[in-house]
């Protein structure tokens, strides 16, 4: 659930706050804000992704100002093909997380061998109120986890208009007990053939 950040050709300032490429989503430029939690991004649905493509030729790039120095990212989502009036399609996947690694810390008798080899003697008293527990912490607070995902997707041909409605849910727990990630998605695309189709109106939300 976090921010997206981009580094398409390295850092060229302190903050890299403006390090990131152009970023357009079916032709609209999207404002990437990567030291926020969550930008536009963290909205689109993976599965409604038709395409990505990264522009960093000069001449690829000409055509959108000195704004893409940094490059240029298109994202167009899925259309309607037409092929058929209607099509449904749906997909469930589950998909587990758990810690790859720890940090490599004293147990409770290491703790209390180093507290009596380096402890002034002044300070002594304080070896009494270390206790016999050896909890540790980051099993305690560490789990592995679940998540399940689904997506619903409905397209097709009515006239010549072809749509495409769709629906996503993402349910994911942390890896750190008592965090969690839920989003639900929702896409309509339209789009219409005027003119005896020299015409073509696109509508997307």
């Known amino acids: 659930g976090s921010s997206y950040k ?20 079916d032709g609209i430029q999207i404002l990437v804000q990567p030291e926020e939690f969550g930008n536009f991004l963290n909205t689109i649905n993976p599965a409604d992704i038709e395409s990505i493509e990264f522009l960093k030729n000069a001449a690829d790039i000409a055509l ?87 997506n619903l997707a409905i397209s097709g041909r009515i006239g010549k208009t072809f749509y495409r409605v769709s629906g996503g849910h993402d349910k994911q727990k ?7 990630y839920a989003r639900w998605t929702s896409r309509l695309n339209l789009n219409r053939l005027l003119f005896k189709d020299r015409l073509k109106l696109s509508f997307g939300f």
């Open 6 to 25: 981009f580094q398409s050709r390295g850092v060229s300032s302190l903050y890299s706050k403006g390090d990131h490429p152009l970023v357009f989503f």
């Open 64 to 150: 959108y100002g000195y704004q893409a120095g940094n490059g240029v990212l298109i994202i167009k989502s899925k259309k309607s093909t037409g092929k058929k009036p209607i099509s449904i399609s749906f997909d469930n996947s589950v998909s587990i997380s758990s810690r790859s690694n720890t940090v490599d810390v004293l147990n409770a008798n290491h703790y209390k061998s180093a507290m009596n080899t380096y402890l002034p003697s002044s300070y002594s008293e304080y070896l009494t109120m270390l206790g016999n527990s050896d909890t540790d912490w980051q099993e305690e607070v560490l789990q592995s986890t679940f998540g399940n995902h689904q």
């Open 174 to 180: 942390g890896v750190l007990k008592e965090s969690d």
